[in-house]
């Protein structure tokens, strides 16, 4: 991916990773591979493609229709409030939900541990991994529905309906 939107640097707060070479080379081939297809399915495969080329240089769409979706929005449109985080705090979110998920992480004052036992048990929290993806599937909704009010700006849009998890 030429420039990721989302670095291990962005991984604070409720989406904490740590951040060490170990960490960062787990973590940047995961958002490589997430990254763009969750755009895609976002915003379909044609508009996805076209906010990625946008974001490649600097990895913040430049200016534009595509700056519009990715940052926070609140709006009141056609009657609805329409209250995003933007597109950067989706991915943070479904970025952690696949990270923590994929490397059995639990976040602690002491950073990022799992266990790797032959006896131990599992180590994620099944709830708040899910509340976190919910989350990032939230603020996904909320730009479709934007997007969606929005067709004579974005006639692209072909984006897929992404549902929350209800227990993984």
Do not use: H, W
């Not at 708040?128 to 934007?146: D, P, S």
């Amino acid at each position: 991916m030429a420039n990721a939107i989302v670095k291990i640097a962005d991984m604070v707060g409720p989406v904490l990773i740590q951040q060490d070479n170990n960490t960062e080379e787990l973590f940047n081939p995961l958002r490589n591979e997430l990254e763009g297809m969750f755009l895609r399915r976002l915003m379909g495969i044609e508009l996805g493609n076209l906010f990625l080329a946008s974001v490649q240089v600097s990895g913040v769409p430049p200016s534009g229709r595509f700056l519009t979706i990715f940052s926070p929005i609140q709006e009141n449109l056609n009657g609805f409030e329409v209250d995003s985080q933007g597109i950067k705090e989706m991915l943070k979110c479904i970025l952690y939900f696949y990270y923590a998920r994929d490397n059995n992480v639990r976040v602690t004052l002491a950073g990022n541990v799992n266990q790797k036992g032959e006896n131990s048990t599992p180590n994620s929290d099944n709830f708040n991994l899910t509340k976190t993806y919910n989350k990032g599937i939230e603020i996904a909704q909320t730009i479709q529905f934007y997007i969606g009010q929005k067709l004579d700006v974005y006639p692209e849009y072909k984006g897929q309906k992404l549902r929350m998890a209800i227990g993984i």
